[in-house]
Nanobody, 126 residues
Framework: QVQLVESGGGLVQAGGSLRLSCAASGRTFSSYAMGWFRQAPGKEREFVAATIWSVPNPNYADSVKGRFTISRDNAKNTVYLQMNSLKPEDTAVYYC???????????????????WGQGTQVTVSS
């Protein structure tokens, strides 16, 4: 079992930055693919970014490329999402996911993911 706890959300003005953290329990954290997703009101949950040890370059949604950076610290069992140049359309609840495969990590189907955190709210004002 893996438990995920997100933090770092909040209210920020457009153009600002936030760093989200996702702390994971479990001794096999380094082997999991870790990802970030977001869900805006009235919309489906969407992929933001993902990383896994076996893939050199993280994967990003086109909408966040060049602005967001995913990273992980295996010693701390934590994955981060650095968000710069934030836009009002980035407003959403951000969720962390842990998956046993890269295929699952990139899946758009919520039920295919192994573990989810409870989410953290990010609000970007214009």
């Amino acid at each position: 079992q893996v438990q995920l706890v997100e933090s770092g959300g909040g209210l920020v003005q457009a153009g600002g930055s936030l760093r989200l953290s996702c702390a994971a329990s479990g001794r096999t954290f380094s082997s999991y693919a870790m990802g970030w997703f977001r869900q805006a009101p009235g919309k489906e949950r969407e992929f933001v970014a993902a990383t896994i040890w076996s893939v050199p370059n993280p994967n990003y949604a086109d909408s966040v490329k060049g602005r967001f950076t995913i990273s992980r610290d295996n010693a701390k069992n934590t994955v981060y999402l650095q968000m710069n140049s934030l836009k009002p359309e980035d407003t959403a609840v951000y969720y962390c996911a842990a998956d046993s495969s890269w295929r699952k990590a990139l899946s758009k189907i919520t039920s295919e993911h192994d573990y989810w955190g409870q989410g953290t709210q990010v609000t970007v004002s214009s």
